[in-house]
């Protein structure tokens, strides 16, 4: 099992940046596809990013396509989302989630483990 906590949610102005981090447990990190969501108020949680296990390749939503970044380091079960040129339509709670399928994932259903969620509010 696999047990996700991320941190790096915050207040930004519009145009700002942040970036978010995903800590995860257990040595077979590298065994799984990970992936970033997100939920805004009143809305399903929908995909903005994933990665592979190698980290090799990367997918990501149009709306985040040359703003945001996934990037991961197996060494230190970490992956990250940098997030730049913040619009208050990005405001959500992002969600970090590890799958066992090697293809690209872009569905909720397809992701095993779930972090917590971080709160990323971009004011106007």
């Known amino acids: 099992q696999v047990q996700l906590v991320e941190s790096g949610g915050g207040l930004v102005q519009a145009g700002g940046s942040l970036r978010l981090s995903c800590a995860a447990s257990?040595?077979?990190?590298?065994?799984?596809?990970m992936g970033w969501f997100r939920q805004a108020p009143g809305k399903e949680r929908e995909f903005v990013a994933t990665?592979?296990?190698?980290?090799?390749?990367?997918y990501y939503a149009d709306f985040v396509k040359g703003r945001f970044t996934i990037s991961r380091d197996n060494a230190k079960y970490t992956v990250h989302l940098q997030m730049n040129s913040l619009k208050p339509e990005d405001t959500a709670v992002y969600y970090c989630?590890?799958?066992?399928?090697?293809?690209?994932?872009?569905?909720?259903?397809?992701?095993?483990?779930w972090g917590q969620g971080t709160q990323v509010t971009v004011s106007s």
């Open positions: 989630a590890a799958s066992k399928y090697i293809g690209v994932q872009v569905t909720t259903t397809t992701y095993d483990y």
């Open positions: 257990g040595r077979t990190f590298s065994m799984y596809r």
């Open positions: 990665i592979s296990r190698s980290g090799s390749s990367t």
